[in-house]
């Protein structure tokens, strides 16, 4: 069974400032990777996915994420964030095999700091 | 592309009690899915459901609950007898595309907070 890994539960970040976000996850398949974004008292939203070809993906609104196979990581990074990046962000994991359930990680909430 | 939407948007029942959760998917997709989050706790998956039929489970989702798509529009959860621990916030979620299961992204519905008095 695959599983997911967010080491920190919180990261307070200044504006402007950059801000990296860890991601492990452990399975003995090839998996799908994503990270979602979840905005006080929303729901679960698409940030950015990795399915195949590059392993450098990066959103529309100034986040990246790397791939990286052999240290099983997917850590989100933006350069410089803003107070409305302050939010809780979920990294999850699928499996074509399992019929492409999530499996997420605990969460990091990002607070930006004025 | 469009999310779901999920209604009742905030659910306070008895325990014991039955209760009903909504998912409208904005579009006509072949595979759904819910999800629960207990406060502080990992977003969990319950079921996924594929041309009317469960396609699979996780160990949360026993006999205590049910899905349905009973007029090939409205998908729900129903919980037959709610439990203190039933409390969480329960998302629906929709694949990106239909058909077979193809690692595509889950698109999330907004969330029921379902608490158990």
């Known amino acids: 069974a695959q599983s997911v890994t967010q080491l920190d539960s919180q990261v307070p970040v200044f504006e402007e400032a950059p801000v990296e976000l860890r991601c492990n996850y452990s399975?003995?398949?090839?998996?799908?990777l994503f990270w979602y974004v979840q905005y006080p008292n929303q729901g679960l939203q698409l940030l950015l996915k990795?399915?195949?070809?590059?392993?450098l993906v990066e959103s529309i609104n100034g986040f990246e994420a790397e791939f990286n196979k052999s240290q099983t990581s997917f850590h989100l990074r933006k350069p410089s964030v803003h107070i409305s990046d302050t939010a809780e962000y979920f990294c999850?994991?699928?499996?074509?095999?399992?019929?492409?359930?999530?499996?997420f990680g605990g969460g990091t909430r990002v607070l930006v700091k004025p | 592309e469009p999310e779901v939407t999920q209604t009742p948007s905030h659910q306070v029942t008895q325990m014991g009690q039955e209760v009903i959760l909504r998912c409208v998917p904005i579009?006509?997709?072949?595979?759904f899915y819910w999800y629960r989050q207990i406060l502080g706790q990992k977003v969990e998956f319950l079921v996924s459901?594929?041309?009317?039929?469960?396609?699979?489970k996780s160990e949360i989702f026993d006999d205590q609950f049910s899905v349905e798509r009973p007029d090939g529009s409205n998908f729900t959860l129903k919980i037959r007898s709610t439990k203190l621990e039933d409390s969480a916030m329960y998302f629906c979620?929709?694949?990106?595309?239909?058909?077979?299961?193809?690692?595509?992204?889950?698109?999330f519905g907004p969330g029921t907070r379902l608490t158990v008095t």
């Open positions: 999850a994991v699928s499996l074509e095999a399992a019929g492409n359930k999530l499996t």
């Open positions: 399975s003995s398949v090839s998996v799908y």
């Open positions: 990795y399915l195949s070809g590059s392993t």
């Open positions: 579009s006509n997709h072949l595979y």
């Open positions: 459901f594929y041309n009317n039929e469960i396609s699979e």
């Open positions: 979620a929709r694949s990106a595309h239909g058909g077979k299961p193809v690692p595509y992204e889950q698109y």
